[in-house]
Every structure is written in structure tokens, then in C-alpha cells.
């Protein structure tokens, strides 16, 4: 596979710089260049300094003007950095002229969200889409890349003897990342048809979305028993992950894990990750998990629908539970967000607190459209039998001399199979 070329050395001291246009902006600005240092700790990167810088209109050669920039270099000298990480995102020419200016790395939040997401891929698909994004982001850089691009050279496989090795590298990624999306087209394929076989068993799924860090990892373990990694770190998680859980009314659920989402996400990898995503789109209703702690989670809640509906997916019947609430010490607070959400649910999965009204709450979900109702079944028919005591509930039994008289609550998904053996 053709390899991006990686630098040398390991960032080990990193100022991050965050600019925005309007007076009014610096808070949002400030919150967002917080996270940036989450993203940055999360790959093990110290940060040492951090710089908000209000700016007009944007510049095209540093983003902001050649004095400012001059200044952020100088500033980053004196704190011994090796990397600037703009929360920004820089075009090429940009993120060239700052490196030509600073004679240190100079990276964007793009980079660091596609370095995250290549160490914690796991699956084969995860693995694709982010070889994919990174390969679209990396294309239009080839030039930061190498400094052997500008020699020309002919041969077998290339365009002609004029061709420079910055065109044939450019054709090898383009052919690279051809044979990346077909790689995806089959793993989707693949996953269409694990989705047709749970659909055969009609159990109902219901996905676990919302913002990055949430405890979307933390609840299915919790509820399902799931070996899935659970780390206090943006993105721990990118694969999703489907268990199923018994309900209480002895309804089946499968839950499913899906990638957090974040402000800003690369455009690159909202498209790549659209399979991953697509379990959002095809589950029957959505759990939109939010950190009741977080002192934005409103607007987190804005950013996950977002994207719900860019997939299309947020006219689902949706679940919505503030999570890590034993965090949440002010009662004014508490009174906002119920007052915000009164329809949703406050839990702790660490502490316990309200999970059991939350399953509880899962299996009303499930359950709308079950019906009690009274069934003469053949006593060759015990496969539905079995099925009426896994997926609904069985009230009472009794065998008589041509059929099994059932009273029982039926799931709707069900009753088309029953219908032929109900009774007035």
C-alpha cells in the first residue's frame, strides 16, 4: 500500500492557537480550542500553551495577518515547542507558509481528529474509512510531504518522461484510495446482509448515539454485559458494537454502539464513516445519550441532531437520557435541563442511578403495539410457542385434547404470524 510519509520526530511540546472573527466568538472559540487539547491529550501530547487570537477576515497566506503570526511564532519558541496545533482548519498553502515561518510542525484539528481515529480503528471497515479520509486529506499536501517532488522522470507505469514524482505519487493515491471505496462498497454490502439476517429474527435494534465521551461505551457494558473498551478519552471507540439485553416484559433488544460525534468533524470522514453511521439510520428508535456534567450539553444535544439529520435519521422516535448526573451537584442546573427535557431520563452508569427506569423505559418502547390476546394453537406449531415465550409474554396455558389454549401479550412484529390462531 502506498504510505504517507510520517515525520521523524514525536510532538512532545505543543502550543495550540485557536482564532475566531468576532468579538462575540471567543467563548465558543475558547470552548472549542478546550476540546482541541482533549483531542491532543488523547494521542499523548503534552500541551503547554494555548493562544485565542481575534481576527477580521481571514488572510490567505497565515489565516491572519503576517505581524500576529510572526508573534505565535515567537511565542512558541520561548516555550520550546516542536508543534503549533491550529483548532482552525488550514489549507495546504497555509499550513506550508506557517512551517516555512516557524521551522516547527504546524498541524490542524483535521489531522489530529484522522491521527485519532488511525490509532483506535479496530475493524476492517473502521480501518478503510480512515485510510480513506486521511488519503483524501493528505492529497492536496503531497508537497509538505516530500522534498524530492519536483524531479521529472520516465519508465514503465509512468505518463511520460515529463512526469514529475509529485504527479506519480498523486496517480498512486488516486488509484489507492479507488481500490479503498470498492473495499467499502463490499464491507457495506457485507453489513447489509448481517442487517437482513437480524431483520429474518425480527428483534427490534435501538442505537446508542450522541457526542463523543458521553458513556455510549459505558451503557452498553453496563446494560448488555459487552466487552468493549471504556476510556475517559475522546473517540475511545470508533467500531460499532451490537449486544442484545432481555427485557423485563421478556422483549429482546438489541442495542448498538455507534462512533461519537463532535463539533467540527473533518467533512472527510462525515462521509467515510456513513456505514458506520448507517446503524443510526436503519435502528427503530435512537438512545441520544448527552453528559448532564458538561457544562455545553445543550449545545452538544444541537450537534448530535445535526448530523442525525444530514443522515436522515432524526425523525426516529428518540430516547433522549442525560447521563452522569451523580456529577451534577447544583440543583439549579438539574432544574434547567429537566425543564429543557421533560420528557427525557437522568442516570448514572457509573453510580446506577436510573438505569432500571431506563430499561424499564426501553421495554414501553419495545412494547408499543403488543396486544393480549387468546391463541388455539396446533400442538405441532410449539416453534411459535417458543418464539411467544422468547419475544413476548405468555400469561397462561392450557392443553387440551386438539390445541394449546394461549393467553398471551404479543409484540406486533408477531401478530401477523398468530393472527391465523387467535380467538375472540
Given at each position: 500500500?502506498?504510505?504517507?510519509?510520517?515525520?521523524?520526530?514525536?510532538?512532545?511540546?505543543?502550543?495550540?492557537?485557536?482564532?475566531?472573527?468576532?468579538?462575540?466568538?471567543?467563548?465558543?472559540?475558547?470552548?472549542?480550542?478546550?476540546?482541541?487539547?482533549?483531542?491532543?491529550?488523547?494521542?499523548?501530547?503534552?500541551?503547554?500553551?494555548?493562544?485565542?487570537?481575534?481576527?477580521?477576515?481571514?488572510?490567505?497566506?497565515?489565516?491572519?495577518?503576517?505581524?500576529?503570526?510572526?508573534?505565535?511564532?515567537?511565542?512558541?519558541?520561548?516555550?520550546?515547542?516542536?508543534?503549533?496545533?491550529?483548532?482552525?482548519?488550514?489549507?495546504?498553502?497555509?499550513?506550508?507558509?506557517?512551517?516555512?515561518?516557524?521551522?516547527?510542525?504546524?498541524?490542524?484539528?483535521?489531522?489530529?481528529?484522522?491521527d485519532i481515529f488511525g490509532a483506535r480503528a479496530q475493524t476492517r471497515e473502521a480501518k478503510i474509512q480512515v485510510d480513506l479520509a486521511?488519503?483524501?486529506?493528505?492529497?492536496?499536501?503531497?508537497?509538505?510531504?516530500?522534498?524530492?517532488?519536483?524531479?521529472?522522470?520516465?519508465?514503465?507505469?509512468?505518463?511520460?518522461?515529463?512526469?514529475?514524482?509529485?504527479?506519480?505519487?498523486?496517480?498512486?493515491?488516486?488509484?489507492?484510495?479507488?481500490?479503498?471505496?470498492?473495499?467499502?462498497?463490499?464491507?457495506?454490502?457485507?453489513?447489509?446482509?448481517?442487517?437482513?439476517?437480524?431483520?429474518?429474527?425480527?428483534?427490534?435494534?435501538?442505537?446508542?448515539?450522541?457526542?463523543?465521551?458521553?458513556?455510549?461505551?459505558?451503557?452498553?457494558?453496563?446494560?448488555?454485559?459487552?466487552?468493549?473498551?471504556?476510556?475517559?478519552?475522546?473517540?475511545?471507540?470508533?467500531?460499532?458494537?451490537?449486544?442484545?439485553?432481555?427485557?423485563?416484559?421478556?422483549?429482546?433488544?438489541?442495542?448498538?454502539?455507534?462512533?461519537?460525534?463532535?463539533?467540527?468533524?473533518?467533512?472527510?470522514?462525515?462521509?467515510?464513516?456513513?456505514?458506520?453511521?448507517?446503524?443510526?439510520?436503519?435502528?427503530?428508535?435512537l438512545v441520544h445519550l448527552l453528559d448532564a456534567s458538561h457544562p455545553r450539553v445543550l449545545e452538544f444535544h444541537g450537534t448530535t441532531m445535526k448530523v442525525l439529520e444530514e443522515l436522515g435519521a432524526d425523525t426516529k422516535k428518540t430516547l433522549t437520557v442525560f447521563?452522569?448526573?451523580?456529577?451534577?451537584?447544583?440543583?439549579?442546573?438539574?432544574?434547567?435541563?429537566?425543564?429543557?427535557?421533560?420528557?427525557?431520563?437522568?442516570?448514572?452508569?457509573?453510580?446506577?442511578?436510573?438505569?432500571?427506569?431506563?430499561?424499564?423505559?426501553?421495554?414501553?418502547?419495545?412494547?408499543?403495539?403488543?396486544?393480549?390476546?387468546?391463541?388455539?394453537?396446533?400442538?405441532?406449531?410449539?416453534?411459535?410457542?417458543?418464539?411467544?415465550?422468547?419475544?413476548?409474554?405468555?400469561?397462561?396455558?392450557?392443553?387440551?385434547?386438539?390445541?394449546?389454549?394461549?393467553?398471551?401479550?404479543?409484540?406486533?412484529?408477531?401478530?401477523?404470524?398468530?393472527?391465523?390462531?387467535?380467538?375472540?
Amino acid at each position: 500500500m502506498f504510505e504517507i510519509k510520517r515525520r521523524e520526530k514525536m510532538v512532545e511540546r505543543a502550543l495550540l492557537v485557536g482564532a475566531h472573527f468576532e468579538a462575540a466568538g471567543r467563548e465558543d472559540a475558547d470552548d472549542l480550542l478546550t476540546e482541541l487539547g482533549e483531542l491532543v491529550r488523547t494521542l499523548c501530547v503534552p500541551v503547554v500553551g494555548r493562544q485565542l487570537v481575534q481576527i477580521r477576515e481571514p488572510q490567505a497566506r497565515y489565516l491572519m495577518g503576517s505581524g500576529k503570526a510572526e508573534e505565535i511564532c515567537e511565542y512558541a519558541k520561548s516555550l520550546a515547542c516542536d508543534a503549533i496545533i491550529f483548532d482552525n482548519e488550514l489549507t495546504p498553502a497555509q499550513q506550508r507558509n506557517w512551517e516555512n515561518l516557524a521551522k516547527i510542525t504546524v498541524i490542524d484539528r483535521q489531522e489530529i481528529i484522522l491521527d485519532i481515529f488511525g490509532a483506535r480503528a479496530q475493524t476492517r471497515e473502521a480501518k478503510i474509512q480512515v485510510d480513506l479520509a486521511r488519503m483524501t486529506y493528505s492529497l492536496p499536501r503531497l508537497t509538505r510531504a516530500w522534498g524530492h517532488l519536483g524531479k521529472q522522470g520516465g519508465g514503465i507505469g509512468s505518463k511520460g518522461e515529463g512526469e514529475s514524482q509529485l504527479e506519480q505519487d498523486k496517480r498512486k493515491i488516486r488509484g489507492q484510495m479507488d481500490r479503498l471505496k470498492r473495499d467499502l462498497v463490499e464491507v457495506r454490502r457485507n453489513r447489509a446482509n448481517q442487517r437482513k439476517d437480524r431483520k429474518r429474527a425480527p428483534v427490534p435494534n435501538a442505537a446508542i448515539v450522541g457526542y463523543t465521551n458521553a458513556g455510549k461505551s459505558s451503557l452498553l457494558r453496563r446494560l448488555t454485559g459487552a466487552d468493549v473498551l471504556v476510556e475517559d478519552a475522546l473517540f475511545a471507540t470508533l467500531d460499532t458494537t451490537t449486544r442484545k439485553i432481555d427485557l423485563p416484559n421478556r422483549q429482546p433488544l438489541l442495542l448498538t454502539d455507534t462512533v461519537g460525534f463532535i463539533r467540527k468533524l473533518p467533512h472527510q470522514l462525515v462521509e467515510s464513516f456513513n456505514a458506520t453511521l448507517e446503524e443510526a439510520v436503519m435502528a427503530d428508535f435512537l438512545v441520544h445519550l448527552l453528559d448532564a456534567s458538561h457544562p455545553r450539553v445543550l449545545e452538544f444535544h444541537g450537534t448530535t441532531m445535526k448530523v442525525l439529520e444530514e443522515l436522515g435519521a432524526d425523525t426516529k422516535k428518540t430516547l433522549t437520557v442525560f447521563n452522569k448526573i451523580d456529577r451534577v451537584e447544583d440543583p439549579l442546573t438539574r432544574a434547567m435541563l429537566r425543564n429543557t427535557h421533560p420528557d427525557a431520563l437522568f442516570i448514572s452508569v457509573h453510580s446506577g442511578e436510573g438505569l432500571d427506569l431506563l430499561v424499564e423505559k426501553l421495554g414501553e418502547l419495545v412494547g408499543n403495539g403488543s396486544q393480549q390476546i387468546v391463541l388455539h394453537l396446533p400442538h405441532d406449531r410449539s416453534d411459535l410457542l417458543a418464539r411467544l415465550h422468547r419475544e413476548g409474554v405468555v400469561h397462561e396455558t392450557a392443553y387440551e385434547e386438539e390445541f394449546s389454549r394461549i393467553r398471551a401479550t404479543v409484540p406486533s412484529r408477531l401478530r401477523e404470524l398468530v393472527t391465523p390462531f387467535s380467538v375472540a
